[in-house]
DNA sequence: CGAATTGTTGAACCATATCAACCAGAGTGG
DNA sequence: CCACTCTGGTTGATATGGTTCAACAATTCG
């Protein structure tokens, strides 16, 4: 790991959030898959509900492609997004009666399953299986404490610029000056994550576009262009 | 568990957030601790550091009296307390290498540690022990995401009614009218903790009093009058 | 190509922050 | 026992970052 990012400990593998618990791929499993996941590949269409705050949580399920945002609702609407999923997050780990909270697809996504039984009964039998478990979840625990800075004390561009990094580092380890990301949600998804509106977002993009810290592209990608500038404005600086 | 109740789910005894993990100690040890704690008791006077960001994290400690403030800084020197942690939780759980966010005694403290090693042997050998750690992991992260939901959007007054009966549901899985709680952390504590600023908590605390939802009593005593409409309040209802 | 959706920009407004004065209780020392 | 100070809390006046409302631009999609 280099210098730059010795601060920034190992939760940078895993981004995702509550009880979404990420194995990235290539990354964390140089022994296969950690856990038998069925064959069959269940696809949802953008903006599609893969489960609802209440649903019986009768599955844990793997992220294989697209991306899936989870979030929590108040009654009168307010929305709160709690993560992002992207391959090899998981889903409804925590869970043992009904979920907390939706989960619906970004952009089109697929999903493999594992019986809850199934699961409970790997998780008895596993010793590796639940040491393994046990670090991710403390991992996810970091980055909600992160999150929770940024939502109680960070001003907007603040926001943006630590969402716009933290994108960056499920890429790469270290993220570099024109590195490219692509952000598949919407503007008022960013703002639901940020604890911000659709607009208060639209403007702190414009304002890191001015000041030559990112380039908007085509296809929903962003160029980071200045990474120290947006570090530093991430952390307050 | 009754109606009022039925949406807040088993969350309710272990409200320690972040490797904090929370065993009340007369509800979830019926046969005996989990741990086997050291018995030399370390004590800490109000506001005394005991351990900082960027420490290495060389046990585990388990809070055996007083409150302890778990807080994240920021250069400038914004602060997000990301939990309050009582008798029975446990501090630097999930911590491998260094704590990632300061501890200090709210109130005069004695803690008990366990090093890590003889603790992550334990772990390496107790199933039940890791079972009982990863559900604890899995509780900590819904009130991780409640957090989000309140410092994401909830308004100053629902923040305080949520913060006040997450409190009362540590003392009682069930809390009732006219219960009391006591408030050990001074109002810039709960402002750290909520997001807020010092003036907006006693503002808020003015207008729960005056609208005759609580009463505050001497010895930082709160005593919750109306738990329904509090709740409504804390719902945005 | 036209309609619908998503994103941007502007102007007014408001909840909360900021700044400042004051108050109450707890020590402290004469 | 009484000033005196110190800290924490309350309250008021003003400022401001972000929201809200509204118009418009740009994209996507049928």
Same mark, same amino acid.
């Given at each position: 790991?280099? @210098?730059?990012?010795?601060? &920034?400990? *190992?939760? !940078?593998?895993?981004?995702? %959030? =509550?009880?979404?618990?990420?194995?990235? $791929?290539?990354?964390?499993?140089?022994?296969?898959?950690?856990? @038998?996941?069925?064959?069959? &590949?269940? *696809?949802? !269409?953008?903006?599609?509900? %893969? =489960?609802?705050?209440?649903?019986?949580? $009768?599955?844990?399920?793997?992220?294989?492609?697209?991306?899936?945002?989870?979030?929590?609702?108040?009654?009168?609407?307010?929305?709160?997004?709690?993560? =992002?999923?992207?391959?090899?997050?998981?889903?409804?780990?925590?869970?043992?009666?009904?979920?907390?909270?939706?989960?619906?697809?970004?952009?089109?996504?697929?999903?493999?399953?594992?019986?809850?039984?199934?699961?409970?009964?790997?998780?008895?039998?596993?010793?590796?299986?639940?040491?393994?478990?046990?670090?991710?979840?403390?991992?996810?625990?970091?980055?909600?404490?992160?999150?929770?800075?940024?939502?109680?004390?960070?001003?907007?561009?603040?926001?943006?610029?630590?969402?716009?990094?933290?994108?960056?580092?499920?890429?790469?380890?270290?993220?570099?000056?024109?590195?490219?990301?692509?952000?598949?949600?919407?503007?008022?998804?960013?703002?639901?994550?940020?604890?911000?509106?659709?607009?208060?977002?639209?403007?702190?993009?414009?304002?890191?576009?001015?000041?030559?810290?990112?380039?908007?592209?085509?296809?929903?990608?962003?160029?980071?262009?200045?990474?120290?500038?947006?570090?530093?404005?991430?952390?307050?600086?």
């Amino acid at each position: 790991m280099t @210098p730059s990012l010795a601060n &920034a400990p *190992a939760i !940078a593998p895993s981004p995702a %959030i =509550f009880n979404a618990l990420a194995l990235p $791929s290539g990354r964390s499993t140089p022994s296969g898959p950690l856990l @038998p996941w069925g064959d069959e &590949a269940c *696809a949802y !269409a953008r903006d599609q509900v %893969i =489960f609802s705050e209440g649903d019986p949580a $009768s599955s844990v399920r793997i992220v294989t492609s697209g991306m899936v945002r989870i979030s929590r609702m108040m009654a009168d609407g307010r929305r709160q997004i709690v993560g =992002f999923l992207q391959p090899g997050d998981m889903l409804g780990l925590a869970q043992t009666g009904t979920f907390l909270y939706s989960a619906e697809a970004v952009i089109p996504v697929t999903l493999r399953r594992l019986s809850r039984t199934q699961f409970d009964g790997l998780l008895e039998r596993d010793f590796e299986l639940r040491r393994r478990l046990l670090a991710v979840t403390a991992t996810e625990l970091q980055i909600a404490q992160e999150q929770m800075l940024l939502l109680g004390r960070k001003t907007a561009p603040e926001r943006l610029a630590s969402f716009l990094l933290s994108q960056a580092r499920r890429k790469m380890v270290e993220p570099e000056d024109h590195c490219r990301i692509s952000l598949p949600m919407t503007r008022t998804d960013i703002a639901d994550f940020l604890g911000l509106t659709m607009e208060t977002v639209s403007r702190a993009f414009t304002r890191l576009k001015t000041s030559r810290l990112i380039r908007l592209l085509p296809d929903q990608m962003v160029e980071l262009v200045d990474i120290n500038a947006l570090t530093d404005l991430s952390e307050g600086c």
